[in-house]
């Protein structure tokens, strides 16, 4: 008469992790005569034993079958007893960061398993966390021990383990209840962390351990599901992770722990951006408040900046009205940043995040703080080692961006003119030729030269890669002819100077380049006019100079040529 309960025993005793358990518990399972199980006892022994895992496990794989030897009809019955075992022997792998070679051949059987199969081993690892689920508030009667702390340790690195193998057979139901999970976990160790006096030292670790690894699991799930499975639960993660770190202080931030990592995974996310509208608690600032104005603490780790500017770049691409009250903020921290880099001569590469960020946000820019930011950015266009023709358009967009608000435009068209020579790439070209028709609007006197140098490159737009020959053409003898009547003074010069030395080491097309060496000459044999001097002292000669060393024989010909 009590069969039943003695199964029911042997079914618990089968996910123990002691594996002598485990076949002393499917010996008694044996003995009650269950037909569909004795035929497959030696199978379930090996798979107990971890025998060649991956091998014996394609013997219940619903997927493998030329070597299955489960019965269909006894598949419903023998599937929820390997699962057990299963279970079990993921308990004595332990709480190891990676996967197994015995975790992986589990996993990877789990995702031959159809859904009710799935929903069955799931139910069977949530089963010890009943009560922390069903819980609904924080108050002093909760127990730290409800489960054993390295268990939960264990199950949320498992659950990492699920989340990569099972992320799209996960039931809804089941997903639901690990959120659920997850967020009372959330809860539950920010109380013990708020009443860490009540709780031993010992376990104080381990808490925000948990804390951490709950965290993590709800990146997974925000990176990995679909984003109304978050965004339903806005409330409740707010109340769990937000508000209890923050409504007391901002320093987690400031050490780039998991918590930030969630935030910056929030922010990738459109949809997500009312996260950052919501206020932390009643009578404090929202979200983005606390995450931008951590960028001025001074203990503010490396980690945490980057993480910062990460989500900075993310809400600027969907939601920038949100960043724009801190822009300011934003743009010191860069600057400084920037500024550091520069003195210590590092690679553009490893602030292509930062200018990323000044191209969107430099629309709000104070001009108070305009020319110093363009002379930080537009280092990084000449220094050493610094071209890569996505981040120079990024660094051109900025500094167009920032153009109408520098006090000094003469002195950026100064310092941007050399690049005419340099930039060889089409968009690189064009964003450069942007930023000068835009300082065309705040000097007057450069518009024609600005013009002049925008024919000079023009493409057709109806075609792709086809150079417009007739604007190019008409633009050199333009140029010529205001050369020769005295139309330019010293900017404008430059900038079409620049330009012809450009074509003269460019290999795109002869013509283009006897045009622009046809323009130089002109520049040289007028020379009479004092303002020709300085152009061809500080421009032409230093390209005839670096001309004549030339690989290319073409150019070193029309250099010698022009020194003669």
Not at 81 to 90: A, P, S
Not at 145 to 172: A, E, G, M, R, W
């Amino acid at each position: 008469y009590q069969a039943d309960g003695l199964r029911n025993l042997y079914l618990r005793l089968l996910a123990h992790p002691l594996s002598d358990i485990q076949t002393s518990a499917l010996s008694c399972l044996v003995s009650l005569q269950l037909k569909y199980l004795s035929c497959y006892h030696d199978n379930l022994i090996a798979v107990i034993t971890e025998k060649n895992l991956s091998s014996i496990l394609t013997v219940f794989s619903s997927e493998s079958s030329e070597v299955r030897v489960l019965a269909e009809e006894h598949r419903s019955h023998v599937i929820p007893i390997l699962c057990r075992v299963l279970y079990g022997i993921l308990l004595r792998q332990g709480s190891a960061e990676r996967s197994s070679p015995t975790q992986t051949a589990i996993l990877q059987f789990l995702t031959s398993c159809d859904t009710d199969e799935i929903a069955c081993f799931l139910d069977l690892t949530l089963s010890p966390f009943q009560q922390m689920i069903s819980e609904q508030t924080m108050d002093a009667e909760l127990d730290l021990s409800v489960v054993p702390l390295k268990k939960q340790i264990s199950f949320l690195t498992l659950l990492k383990h699920l989340f990569f193998h099972l992320s799209t057979q996960i039931p809804d139901i089941h997903l639901t209840v690990i959120i659920t999970l997850l967020n009372n976990t959330c809860l539950r160790c920010a109380y013990f962390i708020r009443s860490r006096e009540m709780i031993q030292r010992w376990a104080q670790p381990l808490i925000k351990s948990i804390r951490s690894l709950a965290i993590n699991r709800l990146i997974d799930v925000t990176n990995l599901f679909p984003n109304d499975v978050i965004l339903s639960r806005e409330d409740q993660l707010f109340s769990s992770l937000i508000t209890p770190s923050l409504s007391r202080s901002q320093s987690e931030l400031s050490q780039a722990g998991s918590l930030l990592e969630l935030i910056v995974a929030w922010s990738a996310i459109p949809e997500c951006a009312g996260f950052f509208e919501r206020v932390v608690a009643p009578e404090q600032p929202p979200l983005i408040s606390y995450v931008i104005n951590t960028l001025n603490e001074k203990n503010v780790n490396k980690r945490a900046a980057d993480s910062i500017l990460d989500t900075t770049l993310n809400l600027l691409h969907h939601s920038d009205k949100l960043v724009a009250p801190h822009i300011d903020t934003i743009l010191r921290f860069i600057s400084n940043e920037l500024s550091t880099a520069r003195r210590e001569k590092r690679s553009v590469r490893e602030h292509t995040r930062e200018l990323d960020i000044l191209s969107l946000a430099s629309v709000w820019v104070q001009e108070r703080d305009a020319d110093a930011l363009v002379d930080n950015i537009s280092h990084f266009l000449t220094a050493r080692g610094a071209r890569y023709s996505q981040v120079t358009v990024s660094i051109l967009t900025s500094v167009k961006n920032l153009v109408s608000r520098v006090q000094h435009p003469e002195r950026v068209c100064a310092k941007l003119s050399p690049l005419l020579s340099q930039l060889t790439e089409r968009e690189e070209r064009g964003a450069l030729i942007a930023v000068f028709i835009e300082l065309s609007t705040r000097l007057q006197y450069t518009s024609i030269a600005v013009r002049l140098c925008q024919d000079m490159d023009a493409w057709k737009e109806d075609e792709i890669d086809e150079m417009d020959y007739v604007r190019r053409n008409n633009g050199f003898s333009e140029a010529r002819q205001g050369l020769k009547e005295g139309k330019f003074e010293e900017q404008s010069l430059r900038i079409l100077a620049f330009t012809c030395i450009h074509f003269l080491f460019s290999n795109e097309e002869i013509t283009l380049r006897n045009l622009a060496v046809e323009f130089l000459q002109n520049l040289i044999e007028w020379n009479c006019l004092d303002i020709y001097r300085p152009v061809i002292s500080r421009c032409v000669i230093p390209a005839i100079k670096r001309g004549i060393k030339s690989q290319n024989m073409a150019t070193r010909s029309e250099c010698i040529g022009l020194l003669a």
